[in-house]
């Protein structure tokens, strides 16, 4: 379902797919898409938003009703939520999502509905795509997804402080903690620190890269990471070492530096796409890191995740 998303998004794609596919994985009740490039996360929780409600093959050619809906961006139950999206009536405030906003969500949740809710939460303006959001669009112009309002022109931006405020965010607290079941809320920022650490906590957050000129940077991991997949077991503690020790020296948060490395070993396999071993370590070793950072990000120690993400890295795990 993902397939369109091409090799950029090869290792975040094939996850999403194994989520909607697997009936054993169920989508979470709430996520983070984090990084540069918003108009790909704004797809990607479109693309998800339809895998889990697609009445057929979930293929992007589907003509299923919801597909339908959803590329079109008409879905009633696929919502966005941003300071110029989804104000419900007599809310005049125009550059934050309202807690009037997060009423009409509540109000909404209480009745039940026959289809997977997902609520989009992102900053967006009116106005005309900039050189670079015209680059970022572009691997997305055969998609056939569309954004609301797209006659007036509509631009998707990351989530702030200042346009997602802690009094609103915690006011939606309870219903991202709790939501009833078949609702997933999905965050858009460029940086997880643009979230207050309460939704953080309670989310699973997901890295998408940006284009190159923007992606993270992983050049400074090559040296460390050449022998994988194939780095014996006993060089375990070096690795969380190194990452500790990276992390200080390049002033970068232990989180920082596990997403490099997942975009490090994205980039790995992009380069060998025919290695069929490297390709299943590889797949297991991203979903392994993503949650060492969402341990990270709810408060387990430093240490610990180094060193457990050290053994991750190694042949053994
Ligand atoms: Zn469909």
Redesign the pocket.
Known sequence: MFEVFGEKYFSLSKFFESMIENENITVPNSIILHGPDIIAQYYFALELA?GA???????HS???????WIKANEHPEIVTVSKINSKPDGDDSKSVISVKQIEAIKDKLVASSDYHRFFIFCDAENRDFSESEKEQLMPFENFGLKFPESAKGWVPLGLTKKCFTEVVANALLKSVEEPPAGVTFIFLTENLENIISTIVSRSQAFYVAGNSKQSVDFSYLKEQFANYPNIESNKALLISEYLIKTAKAKDLSLSSVLVAVQAYLTDLLRNNPQNILLKKKVFDDIDKLQKMVDMLNSGVKEQNIADESGYILTKQS
Do not use: H, I, T, V
């Open positions: 339809r409600n697609c009445l057929e093959n979930k293929k589907c003509e299923c009703q919801n597909c339908r």
